[in-house]
Nanobody
Framework: QVQLVESGGGLVQPGGSLRLSCAAS????????MGWYRQAPGKQRELVAG???????NYADSVKGRFTISRDNAKNTVYLQMNSLKAEDTAVYYC????????????????WGQGTQVTVSS
């Protein structure tokens, strides 16, 4: 019953900006870390940025200084502000979250969104 729904992808010119959102919904007791991954055609999925429940962040070297991850714990939502986009940022972007469902006996579980396409092209 827990799901992650992403939004905000699209087509943008090089140098442009996009903001991705990912909202977690369902029977949720607690959310630990949240993050964004991406997968370009023919490449492995890679971590773009992560954020802990306390707000500590980490970024892939390729996006440092251009992307910013943030979260709204009251809304169970994580965001990715992407600025100065480059063609090499083109990929499907996936949201990930460590979630403890209500009435679940066990540790946090990893959930994934369905992915949203980001295309950077002139």
């Amino acid at each position: 019953q827990v799901q992650l729904v992403e939004s905000g992808g699209g087509l943008v010119q090089p140098g442009g900006s996009l903001r991705l959102s990912c909202a977690a919904s369902g029977s949720i007791f607690s959310i630990n870390a949240m993050g964004w991954y991406r997968q370009a055609p023919g490449k492995q999925r890679e971590l773009v940025a992560g954020i802990t429940s306390g707000g500590s962040t980490n970024y892939a070297d390729s996006v440092k200084g251009r992307f910013t991850i943030s979260r709204d714990n009251a809304k169970n939502t994580v965001y990715l502000q992407m600025n100065s986009l480059k063609a090499e940022d083109t990929a499907v972007y996936y949201c990930n979250a460590e979630i403890l469902p209500r009435n679940y006996v066990g540790d946090y579980r990893a959930y994934w969104g369905q992915g949203t396409q980001v295309t950077v092209s002139s």
